[in-house]
């Protein structure tokens, strides 16, 4: 999580490190076909199209996706799309499968901050000195700290309570502001040209 003067940043810390565990493979595996290549083993050259379009694949899929914050809007950029959502039109804020943010109407999953499992859950419980019964009855196991739903939901509640408190988000407005919403197209593209390329890498060499 990073955060500047007026606004912060959440990523998933455990999507980053799969992200770059990924793109090592794909190196590693990218220069072994070169390598056998060059001593003149009989290898496809054209491997290295799918490697590639694995290696970006995990950027726009795993590094990119994030939440952003700040005085004016929460900023949730999911894989596909990117939606701005006023702190006026938000009503609700829920961390049952993954940090979801609620307006009237709508619903938005932040994809980089999933919901932990019963055991990491189970886990994190521990460390805060719960027992498994204070974990069911008590908060959502995805608000646990130092999980990606719990520390991402905090950083929404925290800027949420405290710009109600210094009166900067009117009450009654939710049905009133609207919320942005646009395609990744950039990384469409990206996924969708990754495909076309590698079938046609492996299918015409």
């Known amino acids: ?73 929460i900023t949730v950029n999911n894989v596909f799309a990117t939606t701005h959502i006023p702190w006026h039109s938000l009503i609700n804020v829920d961390t049952k499968y993954a940090l979801t943010l609620f307006t009237p109407g709508r619903r938005i999953p932040v994809t980089a901050a999933p919901a932990p499992g019963s055991i990491t859950a ?11 019964r204070d974990l069911v009855s008590s908060s959502r196991p995805g608000d646990l700290r130092g999980t990606d739903s719990g520390d991402a939901a905090r950083l929404v509640r ?12 009117e ?23 990754g495909v076309v390329l590698s079938v046609a890498a492996l299918v015409l060499q």
């Open 122 to 132: 189970f886990r994190l419980a521990r460390k805060e000195g719960k027992s498994r």
């Open 1 to 73: 999580m990073t955060t500047s003067v007026d606004s912060a940043s959440f990523v998933s810390r455990f999507n980053r490190i799969l992200c770059v565990v990924c793109w090592a493979l794909t190196a590693g595996a990218a220069a072994a076909v070169i390598w056998l290549a060059v001593i003149g083993m009989p290898i496809r050259l054209a491997l290295l199209v799918p490697l590639g379009a694995i290696a970006a694949a995990a950027f726009v899929c795993l590094w990119r996706p994030g939440l952003t914050v700040d005085d004016d809007a």
């Open 158 to 169: 925290d800027r949420w309570e405290s710009l109600k408190r210094a009166g900067r988000i």
């Open 171 to 193: 009450l009654g407005r939710a049905d009133e502001a609207m919320l942005e919403r646009h395609p990744n197209r950039g990384t469409i593209v990206t996924l969708t040209a």
